[in-house]
């Protein structure tokens, strides 16, 4: 185990304050995050002078300093915008600032000149345009001359800047071009959803032709309305000052996706069927209403009652005015059976046997979880476009092109995984200056750059056991830059790659977590960075190796910095099922003596929320309330431990899909290593070690207390999942498939299925109004209980608390219940 010297509490500060490097050992920055993997990743020693109290951990966090928030750059490249935090409400405050200077507040009635976070520009850089309120700003970048071209109740957005030179934008279901000198706005195409009007119709029936022969008058208003849609048609035709570009996308249908071609003559439309999200019967009773009454809030719809659905792409030629829907029948494996496996074991425990066959599968446009960009990508000419889809059944992702002389796909890329694709990690894209696709992809295990010339072969740019991720491609083609954990799983700095050599070079040397935004002039990097003891900040550095980093904000409080906190170590805990390690954080006891002998330590293992998330990294948790009640309990003399168990985000694909069909089995054997480790290196007794969660975390307890009761002697489920049938569908139905379709990894999965196992203490905190995992959780497992005649747990309930606690209250009793749990049973 690596020791560290000790240094004063102002020296550990100041480490952060200036954003210098933390010391980390050198076995760490060079490890691979398999085998050869670091032990011990040493992080800054603890700091402060005042002991944290568990109502200070757990009051509104205000008092940390209020952390710059959605920061990005200017149209000059010089000043960053950012918001920050009123202290007391939830209103946020706009600020700018300049290397060098101090922050200032933008006052209200300036809100609209300082651009956006997802601005555009013009192919020759001099314009940005932006929308503020929903009204659409275009500034002079040179002169910083702004113009305001609509003002309006209808909100503007899609802003993107056509090969004109004209800016085009969406309003509704319909897309307007604006000549940004004159001001002249014309309408490009209106999308309706609805069957295309049928017009005049000549008589059909027998009593309407005999109408039309006996009745003058019926015969002349029937030729007077075919004259008049004639005179129309007519006129469209042949006056161009007409907006008359109008496609109907059917009844019953939802606009999923609308993207226009740079040249303004195509359009990509994207429709599902108008199906409810949810039943009448999804709701979520509120007894804690504004009015005093029992308030019934409509809530999300359960996988179990979830259907099929497909997606139709639309291909719209504005010019010839002509749409068709696009079939899938060109990609590859669009009617693979690639559920045969399971649904043969799901039929042969059911006494059936059954037979595959292919059949086309419901495919729709790709959802990244994470994305700030669109499924429908189109090259900088306009005579390439690019869609990402999905399969419903999460076992496939498609790149395909649009051949738009035969109106059909063209496969660029399939992404098979039998477990599923992943959310995440779906950037791509076109090159700026080439029919060429840069995209990322799990293929290889973890999620890697490629480019593939669309009538080329793909090429990857970068390899290696780490995870790449937020993609930036310069506009001369010659370089992408993006965030990646290579030089641990924990640590994440910002590299660029040459899209020729494949050469990566790292920008950022700072060992924490570091998110970042290129320059428009592509000189400069935003950085937003935060360490393991301290929140974000936002930095500036040139974008090219070895840079100087400057800081910008500097918004933690004294009253936090003087707080006495015991900074976790990450360590790589061995697996006994994998060759890679089990990364966590361990807060060793504020009194903890190297080698002590005695098997005398209590100890706490916390299950991050989420499943799919990292915890374990160098970077500031957004468990920053677990993060000091841990500190508290080490100053106590605890052991805690905080595990990115299987399942969890950083690790690549196998890590993620592990718990494929089997949630809550690997992530437990994964504790049991994590229990045998303390026990072999912190001195820990295995009889006094307990476990606690919330959401996933609280599936997690559950299944510890009830599949493996030897393991912790109490535990806490806080808002915790017992049956996954009863959990939304985009999440669960990745991991579990569909319970109509596999219920064998629903009963294997869910806690209630388990609920006699049940046999040490366990506490279940549970939000009444929660959206996400509903009280119906809690509820049904508790009676389930009763029934068993099981006495040994307890619920707390929270009558106005949704699934992420907001009242300072509700944190603090939650809490205080966790740590006397422990106390009383460790």
């Known amino acids: ?72 750059w200017a149209a000059d490249s010089q000043t960053v915008i950012f918001n920050r935090k009123q202290a007391g409400n939830e209103l946020r405050n706009t600020f700018a600032v300049t290397t060098g200077k101090a922050p200032t507040q933008v006052v209200l009635n300036q809100l609209h000149t300082v651009g956006a976070k997802n601005a555009v520009y013009s192919k020759d850089g001099a314009v940005q345009a932006y929308t503020f309120e929903g009204n659409v700003f275009v500034k002079n970048i040179k002169t910083g001359a702004i113009k305001q071209l609509t003002q309006s109740s209808d909100r503007a957005r899609s802003l993107q800047f056509l090969n004109s030179g004209e800016l ?38 027998y009593i309407a032709k005999e109408q039309h022969k006996l009745i003058d008058f019926v015969k002349l208003t029937h030729k007077n309305a075919l004259d008049k849609e004639q005179r129309k048609a007519q006129l469209n035709a042949e006056n161009d000052t007409i907006a008359s570009n109008q496609f109907y996308l059917g009844k019953g249908n939802r606009l999923v996706e609308a993207s226009l071609s740079p040249e303004g003559d195509k359009l990509i439309a994207v429709v599902t069927k108008s199906t409810p999200w949810r039943a009448d019967t999804d709701i979520m009773p509120n007894y804690v ?297 361990v807060y060793y006891p504020a009194d903890y003596v190297e080698g002590e002998t005695g098997k005398t330590r209590k100890a706490v293992i916390f299950n991050h929320g989420a499943g799919y998330l990292q915890n374990s990294h160098m970077g500031w948790s957004g468990y920053f309330r677990e993060f000091m009640f841990h500190s508290l309990l080490a100053s106590e003399g605890y052991v805690v431990m905080d595990m990115d168990y299987r399942a969890s985000k950083g690790y690549g694909r196998d890590w993620r899909t592990a718990i494929y069909r089997q949630m809550g089995t690997p992530e437990i054997q994964d504790l049991e290593d994590g229990v045998k480790w303390m026990a072999e290196n912190v001195n820990v007794d295995t009889g006094a070690v307990g476990t606690y969660g919330g959401s996933y975390g609280g599936f997690m307890t559950f299944m510890a207390l009830l599949t493996k009761p030897d393991l912790f002697q109490a535990g806490a489920a806080l808002r915790p999942v017992s049956d996954w049938a009863y959990y939304n569908t985009p999440y669960t139905s990745n991991i579990l498939n569909h319970p109509d379709v596999d219920p064998i990894a629903y009963r294997r999965s869910s806690p209630i299925y388990f609920a006699e196992g049940l046999e040490k203490p366990l506490l279940i905190n549970a939000p009444m109004v929660d959206d996400n995992v509903f009280f119906q959780d809690v509820v049904r497992l508790v009676q389930r209980f009763i029934e068993l005649e099981k006495e040994n747990f307890e619920t707390a309930i929270y009558p106005v608390e949704p699934h992420g606690f907001r009242q300072p209250t509700g944190w603090l009793d939650e809490y205080r219940r966790i740590y006397k749990l422990f106390k009383d049973h460790l």
Request: aromatic letters at 10%.
């Open 1 to 72: 185990m690596i020791k560290h010297s000790l240094i004063s509490a102002a020296v550990a500060a100041s480490l952060f304050l200036t954003g210098c490097q933390t010391t980390t050992s050198t076995d760490a920055k060079n490890a691979e995050p398999a085998s050869n993997f670091a032990p011990v990743v040493a992080t800054p020693l603890d700091f402060g002078g005042e002991n944290i109290t568990l109502k200070q951990a757990m009051a509104h966090p205000d008092w940390l300093g209020r952390q710059p928030e959605r920061a990005f």
């Open 168 to 205: 085009a934008y969406r309003t509704g279901n319909s897309f307007f071009s604006v000549d940004i000198n004159s001001g002249l706005t014309k309408e490009l195409v209106k999308l309706h959803l609805a069957d295309k009007p049928k017009g005049t119709q000549e008589p059909s029936t």
């Open 289 to 585: 209403s504004q009015n005093g009454d029992i308030e019934a809030v409509p809530a999300r719809r359960r996988v179990a009652d979830s259907k099929p659905s497909s997606s139709d792409v639309i291909f719209i030629d504005i010019a010839s005015k002509a749409q068709t829907t696009l079939s899938y029948e060109t990609l590859p494996g669009f009617d693979e059976d690639v559920l045969a496996a399971e649904k043969a074991e799901n039929a042969k425990a059911e006494g059936r046997t059954y037979e595959s066959k292919r059949e086309p599968r419901h495919i729709n446009l790709m959802m990244d979880w994470g994305w700030d960009q669109s499924a429908v990508q189109w090259n900088s000419s306009g005579s390439q476009v690019a869609v990402m889809l999905e399969a419903w059944d999460n076992k496939d992702r498609w790149i395909a092109t649009v051949d738009f002389d035969n109106r059909e796909f063209k496969s660029q890329h399939r992404l098979h995984d039998d477990a599923w694709v992943n959310y995440t990690y779906n950037d791509f894209g076109w090159m700026n200056n080439s029919d060429t696709l840069y995209y990322l992809s799990e293929e290889t295990g973890y999620s890697h750059i490629y480019t593939k010339p669309v009538n080329g072969k793909a090429k990857q740019l970068t390899k290696g056991q780490f995870v790449v991720s937020h993609l930036t491609l310069s506009k001369d083609d010659s370089q992408i830059y993006f965030k990646a954990n290579v030089k641990h799983p924990g640590i994440y700095e910002v590299y660029r790659v040459n899209t020729q050599t494949a050469e990566k070079v790292a920008l950022t040397d700072l060992d924490g977590m570091t998110d970042y935004e290129l320059s428009q002039d592509e000189q400069k990097l935003l950085l937003n960075h935060s360490k393991i003891m301290m929140p974000n900040e936002l930095y500036v550095a040139d974008a090219k190796p070895n840079a100087q980093v400057t800081r910008l904000t500097n918004t933690v409080s004294d009253e936090f910095l003087n707080k006495k906190l015991i900074a976790p170590k990450i360590v790589a805990v061995p697996s006994s099922h994998t060759e890679q390690p089990i990364y966590a954080k």
